[in-house]
């Protein structure tokens, strides 16, 4: 029975951390969209001068 419990617990800690690392993931590919978005704005205006 402790065997049972010990081996959910693990199961969701486990499922915890990668839910944490896909989000984590998640938000580090969406600041790098935005860094491409910045450097592009930079790219046109220096174009336009």
């Not at 499922?15 to 690392?21: D, Q, R, S, W, Y």
Request: net charge negative.
């Amino acid at each position: 029975m402790i065997k049972a419990i010990r081996r959910l617990a693990a199961f969701v800690t486990l499922l915890v951390v990668a839910i944490k690392g896909a989000l984590s993931f998640l938000s580090w590919v969406e600041k790098q969209d935005e860094a491409q978005s910045v450097w592009a704005d930079e790219e046109e205006l220096e174009e336009a001068f």
